[in-house]
């Protein structure tokens, strides 16, 4: 089993929202950044969101911004992404993953190599955007 469980992905349509959620398994998200990534078929993947161990703050990438929101709740070990205004453009499995530290990296372009930045990872959940 991956040490990350993302749920909360499916269809929606344009204009619509979801939450993800990413719970840890076989330790705490708690002391830990985590971030928030997409990839659509033949892309690269791409970060989109971060939060900080301790949820005071996080950044998006600019292809979200003012869109998206990411959240965690300590006491649950589990961090969200909710995703408002969706568009046919954000259609993509989306990953959550671990940082290596209390502090979220900076969330460079699609395609970046983020190295051991990231060290624990998700299977994914499907976005579809559709009408």
């Known amino acids: 089993q991956l040490p990350l469980v993302e749920s909360g992905g499916g269809l929606v349509q344009p204009g619509g929202s979801l939450r993800l959620s990413c719970a840890a398994s076989g330790f705490t998200l708690n002391y830990y950044a985590v971030g928030w990534f997409r990839q659509a078929p033949g892309e690269e993947r791409e970060a989109i969101a971060c939060?900080?161990?301790?949820?005071?703050?996080?950044a998006y990438a600019d292809s979200v911004k003012g869109r998206f929101t990411v959240s965690r709740d300590n006491a649950k070990s589990t961090v969200y992404l909710q995703m408002g205004s969706l568009k046919a453009e954000d259609t993509a499995v989306y990953f959550c993953t671990s940082a290596a530290g209390t502090v979220c990296p900076i969330l460079w372009p699609k395609g970046h190599n983020y190295g051991d930045s990231f060290e624990h990872w998700g299977q994914g959940t499907q976005v579809t955007v559709s009408s």
């Open positions: 939060i900080s161990s301790s949820g005071g703050f996080a």
